[in-house]
């Protein structure tokens, strides 16, 4: 292995639950991957606009539900970041050995997947019976900055 080999940086991709992605979090991540040159795909049941770069594509799969979860799931490799609020998405991409990312800048882990596995459902069910459980708060702009920061300890780390 030459001198340059083992410098350079591991290759990872972002890859972007697209269909439910904030626009704010969408921009931040253009930038990213324009900045520092990281392939980042957006993937999505519908047609996207996306921010022209070598760098960052769209792939719009068919509609039906989790078909762009399974999609990223298939291309996904060990070390790679989804952005994703869905939580069995980002089950699956930790189980695959990638990282998962929320646009609320909260990292998945195996310490807290399960758990957050676990109230999904119990809420699912909840809403199943009838029960009005509400939405998530609306985006704030501490939500974008925390994922901002989120986004950056990840990348300073690699």
Known sequence: MTSAQTTEKPKFQIWVDADACPNPMKEILYR?????????????????????????KAVQVGSGL??????????????????TADIPLAAEAIAKGGYA?????????????????????FMEELRNGGVETG??????????????????????RR
């Open 135 to 156: 939405g998530p708060p609306a985006l704030s702009q501490r939500d974008r900055q925390a994922f901002a920061n989120a986004l950056d300890r990840f990348l300073a």
């Open 32 to 56: 990213v991957a324009k900045r520092l040159g990281i392939q980042t795909t957006f993937v999505a049941n519908q047609e996207l606009q996306i921010s022209a770069s070598p760098h960052i």
């Open 66 to 83: 989790n078909i762009a979860d399974e999609y990223i799931v298939a291309q996904l490799e060990p070390g790679d970041l989804v952005i």
């Open 101 to 121: 990312l929320n646009p609320r800048g909260e990292f998945y882990n195996e310490g807290n997947i399960r758990e957050r596995l676990s109230m999904r459902n």
